[in-house]
Every structure is written in structure tokens, then in C-alpha cells.
């Protein structure tokens, strides 16, 4: 089964529970700019729609990647990096989630397809 990271990220930020998603709150808009979306928290995340959620996602693990040298996969490999997400957003509900994503990377790059 082929899943993309972005499905992997937004399906794993959807089930991260913290205490805060149990209080109804305002869903909040994906940002526009990297700038922005840097500052994002998990708990944030959390909030999102889910297509935003999933587009903040992509934009920030294929920054990551990017800026690491990597390729994200579409397979196993990415399922990994979604929970190791998924394990730092639930732990730290307030860290920001490209924090979250780089290092899920970082600690998976040596597995990771390297960039041409």
C-alpha cells in the first residue's frame, strides 16, 4: 500500500490527541507563506481542516527534504517519518510542527532517497 507523506502527516496529526482538541475551537486557515507556516504548532496543526493540515504538511516536509538533500517516498519510508510526527506532536502538543517534521527527517535520512 502506497501512501504519500502528506496523507501519512495529516492522517497522524488527525489522531494526535492533546486536551485542547476535546474544547471546540475555531478551525484555523492554512498560512500562505513558509514564513508563516514555520510557526505553526502541533496543536495548531491539529485544528486545521483536514486538506489544510495536509497541504502545511507537504509544504514543510518537502522544504525539509530539500533543504537535507532527500526525496520524501511514497512508500514504507514515509509511513515511518508519519509517526515519528505523529510520536513528537503527541508528546509536545505545543512544539512547532515543521520542528517536528525536520527532525523526523533527520533522523531518517540516512533511508531516505537522496536528491539529483
Same mark, same amino acid.
Given at each position: 500500500m502506497k501512501l504519500s507523506i502528506a496523507t501519512c502527516v495529516a492522517a497522524l496529526l488527525a489522531l494526535?490527541? *492533546?486536551a485542547d482538541a476535546?474544547?471546540?475551537q475555531p478551525a484555523m486557515a492554512a498560512p500562505n507563506s513558509?514564513?508563516?507556516a514555520v510557526y505553526v504548532t502541533c496543536r495548531e496543526a491539529q485544528m486545521?481542516?483536514?486538506e489544510a493540515r495536509k497541504q502545511l504538511a507537504t509544504m514543510l516536509a518537502e522544504h525539509s527534504a530539500r533543504h537535507r538533500g532527500v526525496m520524501m517516498p511514497n512508500d514504507q519510508r514515509g509511513a515511518q517519518l508519519a509517526h515519528l510526527v505523529r510520536g513528537g506532536? *503527541? #508528546?509536545m502538543p505545543d512544539a512547532y510542527l515543521f520542528a517536528v517534521i525536520d527532525r523526523a527527517i533527520a533522523v531518517e535520512m540516512d533511508? #531516505?532517497?537522496k536528491r539529483q
Open positions: 494526535a490527541s *492533546t476535546q474544547v471546540a513558509f514564513d508563516d486545521m481542516p483536514p506532536c *503527541t #508528546l533511508k #531516505l532517497p
